[in-house]
């Protein structure tokens, strides 16, 4: 009974390519999340999506496409993978826009780009 | 611009010596303070939400402050399984709900 799962846990590959990693929570929030961490550990926002809706988008390179098909899933495409792209993607979920509320974390997908 | 500074960047500690990890902010407007505990290899976990200047959380030998200008994480005779890098992130009000991070305090209890 995993609250925020993705998909995959790792992820190899090569320059160039594109690839997709998937976020489902089971907790019933609105809110979803994607962050990186970087190889110093600094964890960014990069998006985030309330009810399907884009709220956030902190000025992540167009490569980077989030999907939100229903509140319960918000999955991540990067096309033209490059090495710096390389990090680990975090999913998170909370209940509420324009509250304090608790976000929940994913256990990542470590990206490494060759 | 939000920004957040954790120090020591990394603290090691004998079983059973207490410590504090401090957390320096400057928001345009704080809606929360959060500690979140981050295990090798796995996502952040929620350990505290402060509100406002003078609250204090406590969880376990763990026991969170906030002042104006900074949060302290106090860890009181911390065991092995305290190790973990601990976070410290600030909401905004008007932010959209983001978490703007520090660069965590990497904790190791030795025996």
């Known amino acids: 009974d995993t609250a925020v799962s993705q998909t995959p846990k790792y992820l190899v590959t090569q320059m160039g390519n594109d690839k997709s990693i998937k976020c489902e929570q089971n907790l019933g929030h609105d809110t979803m999340y994607w962050y990186k961490q970087d190889s110093k550990k600094f964890l960014k926002i990069m998006f985030s999506?309330?009810?399907?809706?884009?709220?956030i988008n902190e000025t992540v390179p167009n490569r980077f496409s989030p999907k939100s098909p229903d509140k319960a899933h918000l999955n991540l495409h990067i096309n033209s993978l490059e090495l710096g792209d390389s990090a680990v993607y975090f999913c998170?979920?909370?209940?509420?826009?324009?509250?304090?509320?608790?976000?929940?974390f994913g256990p990542g997908t470590r990206l490494t780009v060759l | 611009e939000d920004q957040v500074t954790q120090s020591p960047e990394a603290l090691r500690l004998q079983e059973g010596e207490s410590s504090s990890l401090n957390c320096s902010y400057t928001v345009s407007g704080l809606r929360g303070l959060f500690w979140y505990r981050q295990d090798p290899g796995k996502g952040p976990e929620f350990l505290f939400t402060?509100?406002?200047a003078g609250e204090e959380k406590e969880k376990e030998r763990l026991k969170a402050t906030l002042t104006k200008k900074e949060s302290f994480l106090h860890i009181t005779a911390p065991k092995p399984e305290d190790s973990a890098t601990y976070l410290c992130?600030?909401?905004?009000?008007?932010?959209?709900?983001?978490?703007?991070f520090g660069t965590g305090t990497q904790l190791k209890v030795e025996l």
């Open positions: 402060l509100y406002s």
């Open positions: 992130a600030v909401q905004a009000r008007g932010g959209g709900n983001k978490l703007t």
């Open positions: 999506y309330n009810n399907k809706e884009l709220i």
């Open positions: 998170a979920s909370s209940q509420l826009l324009g509250a304090t509320d608790t976000q929940y």
